[in-house]
């Protein structure tokens, strides 16, 4: 039943289609990051004609991405009107090859985040949509595997279902964790490697202003092979708002959160930490990147009401020993655990946070930035510590469980015992 009435709904919001065809096209296949090793980013601009601006109550994927090719899609939005043209290679790898103003101003605002494994239909809340722009840019970008064939085209496709009237909340999403291309370093052989990120309160207190609070309605976390657990943690480790365990690589479906939602406000400060494994790892450590045999940390949040221009909040490792993360070694495993020692004691951490961050090509660094130093961090004494925490508060719950249903069984005895006894309630 409440399928049908869902279905009925969405065929009466159809009014407009977006239909993107993304085709891979033969000289592409030609060059370097198509040899059958890597995986590769390709981006199509598709400029919105609309007159008017629109909110959508949702959106589907209708093909491509079930193929097993494809290894995630993001949709983002330009951050300005300027009949930009690109279809091509992209992300950081080949940001040399993308029309400087497509890189800088398309490849920050992320509006849809899909990955793996994800649903390929989704709702906002009731009285939320996401807004676009009358006549705005988006940059549809691609991440396919090695293992697509040659010559191979996939079209994709993108239905939006725009809302009647304007809700009364606009839904902003928010990534988190670091850039694909960040120092991360992860030694062979090792059992539990963590790699913490922060969305820092400085940025928080700064886009949060006016006792602004966001209420976060889905989330979903972004990493690679290696990864098997992501926690997202609200102030610390004071409060978990996800624990994603085990995490499962070709199941990165997005966590829906129920109400109340959880909230964050200018006085809070987020860690996004991903955990990995390298037990399957003898030769070779393993290097942050875009390909599915590199690793990465994110997290796209789904809130409203939406901040504008806030589209990231990350940090970047920068360790003082950078020597260390290098492969050319005869690893051991005395070797893999110094090295993950060093790695995790790491203090220092670069923060980037806005809607202004953008690559410099020619230096190779990323403008706007600020180094902060966070408190190390003892991984082991708070899992431990949150161990024990759960084990007090479900006794708690199910002593108090026990009680209930005791009271309750003799409250009822009791009832129907004076019901027999022809009393009155
Ligand atoms: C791909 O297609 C082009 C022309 O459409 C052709 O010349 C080329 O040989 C094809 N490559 C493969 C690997 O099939
Ligand atoms: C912000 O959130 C924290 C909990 O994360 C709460 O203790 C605090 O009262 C909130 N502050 C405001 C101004 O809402
Ligand atoms: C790279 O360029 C930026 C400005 O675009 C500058 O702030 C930074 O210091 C430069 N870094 C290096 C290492 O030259
Ligand atoms: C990028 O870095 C170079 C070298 O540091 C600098 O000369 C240039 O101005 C930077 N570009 C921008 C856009 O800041």
Redesign the pocket.
Known sequence: MFLRIHIISVSFFIGYVLSEDILLPSFIMDTQPLSAQSSFYLCHLHQLKNSNDLFLQGYNIINGAHTGHVHHLLLYECSIKDNLIYSGLCGIYNARLMPSSVYRYCQTRIIIAWARGGQLNYDYPIKTGLKMISSTQLLLEVHFEPSIPHNHSIGIQLRFYPLNEKPQYEVGVLTLGTLANSPLFLPPSLNTISFPTYCFNDCLKGFLKN?L?INMFSILVHAHQRATRIILE??NNF?RLIDQNPFKFHQQEMIYFHKPYP?I????ELSLICYYSTQNDHLKGIYGGYDSNNEMCQAFIYYYPKVESFPLCLSLPVYKNKHLMNNKRNWTNKLSLFIKDELESNINHLSLCGDNIYFNQSNKTMLQTKLYQRSMKNFKQYSYVYLRFSSIFYTTITSILLISIIYCYLIINKCLHSFSNGGTL
């Open positions: 006792n609070v609200k102030n409060d909230q406000n200018s006085t809070n």
